[in-house]
């Protein structure tokens, strides 16, 4: 999700949001996720209002935007080059100085404090681009990483892939991927241990809420689709649109989903955005567009004041009474989403408040295929708020409960769950 100069118009935004959220034992029976351990993303680079992908690539060095920084005189290379000595000399292991280099990168971008901004060596970056796709050979599990912590979360599993089949579950705090601690590096970087070769196995040691002992699991890797959209009608016309995560394909599969549930008699419609990381900006304005008259639905800013909008035209909108589930786990896109509905007047927000990412990353590939994500900009609702650490309410909160049967073989039953049930209520209202 991501462009130099933040052109809306040739970029998408990626989830560049990681954190982590325990997910409720919902997902234990609905086996979804979106970007598993696929970037908030399919594995979690999670966050919509988050990257803007560059096309093409920037030459390193030189200056940018009229800013230029002279960070490394005469007496720092030195300095840095005597320390690196040190470092090759006495340090207990070898070091490959390319990685010591990388360190330095890394570094300048960690002296931020900003847990979003990062640098990806060319490997990072390919991995990166892999995540956006919703294709890859993983497990088939979407991580979220808390920026403070920097601990772990699964937060959902698709049905059907090697991460269900192993036993893993929403809500395992993941302790270490082989023998790397979870918390010692950025998710994105991470991700690149859990995927790997197909019919590869990777093992994984979590801890589970309510247990004492962790858990060790030797996963057998896979190629894995990421669905994004599922439909289902449910009762007195009313249908469930579930968008799992904000992909490339989604605003097509929901166009059709939409269409299929108003052929088979849909009148009103429950969107379920709950444990929705986020994704790309192209994507969820496009699911806009189809559903809002024409206005703003979003706009960004960055630092020098500059404002880039998204707006839906007048060629198409959705006359549907509207429900919209969200929860904690609801971020970034989700929340692009939740704040335009909310905004229009639009639908009922249903559930708890959502995550609360409002910031915006831009990635730039460079010119030696390496790539930095830089936070340069906050995101608004149609009216003006930014959500930032404060998420959005729900007009109606509702607590998750599912009343169906605890079993992991079991379907899950919408019927059974609190949130739906409530918003079948709401909408047999109108």
């Not at 994500?373 to 959500?387: D, Q, S, V």
Request: glycine share 8%; aromatic share 8%.
């Amino acid at each position: 999700m991501e462009q130099g100069q933040n052109d809306l118009d040739d970029q998408d935004l990626i989830s560049g949001k990681k954190v982590v959220l325990i997910q409720s034992d919902r997902s234990f029976y609905k086996g979804v996720v979106t970007g598993v351990i696929s970037t908030a993303a399919v594995l979690a680079i999670v966050a919509c209002a988050a990257v803007f992908w560059l096309q093409g690539r920037i030459s390193t060095g030189g200056s940018y935007e009229g800013v230029s920084v002279k960070l490394v005189d005469n007496s720092v290379r030195a300095k840095v080059n005597d320390l690196s000595s040190l470092i090759k000399a006495y340090y207990y292991e070898d070091v490959d100085e390319q990685t010591l280099t990388d360190g330095m990168y890394k570094g300048l971008f960690a002296s931020l404090g900003d847990p979003y901004s990062a640098y990806y060596t060319e490997e990072e970056y390919e991995e990166m681009l892999i995540s956006a796709s919703a294709q890859y050979n993983g497990i088939g599990a979407v991580l979220q990483q808390d920026p403070d912590t920097m601990q772990v979360h699964i937060i959902k599993v698709y049905e059907g892939t090697p991460a269900q089949k192993a036993g893993l579950k929403a809500g395992d705090q993941v302790i270490s991927v082989e023998e790397i601690d979870a918390r010692s590096m950025e998710l994105s970087e991470l991700v690149t241990h859990i995927r790997g070769k197909e019919n590869s196995k990777v093992h994984l040691l979590i801890t589970r809420k309510g247990e004492f002992e962790q858990r060790s699991f030797q996963v057998k890797r896979a190629k894995v689709d990421v669905p994004t959209v599922e439909g289902m009608m449910l009762v007195d016309e009313i249908g469930l649109v579930v968008i799992n995560e904000f992909g490339k394909a989604t605003a097509a599969s929901f166009i059709e989903t939409m269409e299929t549930l108003q052929s088979e008699g849909m009148e009103k419609v429950i969107i379920d955005l709950r444990d929705n990381p986020g994704g790309m900006l192209s994507s969820v304005t496009q699911v806009l567009d189809y559903i809002l008259p024409e206005g703003l639905i979003v706009y960004m800013e960055d630092k020098y004041g500059n404002r880039q909008e998204e707006k839906s035209d007048a060629q198409q909108y959705l006359d549907l009474p509207m429900a919209v589930l969200i929860n904690g786990n609801s971020a970034s896109c989700s929340e692009v989403f939740a704040g335009a509905i909310r905004d229009y007047d639009y639908g009922t927000l249903i559930g708890t408040t959502t995550f609360g990412k409002g910031i915006v990353q831009t990635v730039r590939p460079l010119s030696d295929n390496s790539a930095i994500k830089l936070t340069t900009a906050r995101y608004f609702t149609p009216k003006g708020e930014n959500i930032h650490g404060t998420g959005i309410e729900p007009d109606i909160e509702v607590k998750y409960k599912y009343t169906g049967k605890k079993d992991a073989k079991a379907p899950y039953d919408y019927m059974e769950d609190s949130q739906v049930k409530r918003a079948i209520l709401e909408l047999q209202k109108q």
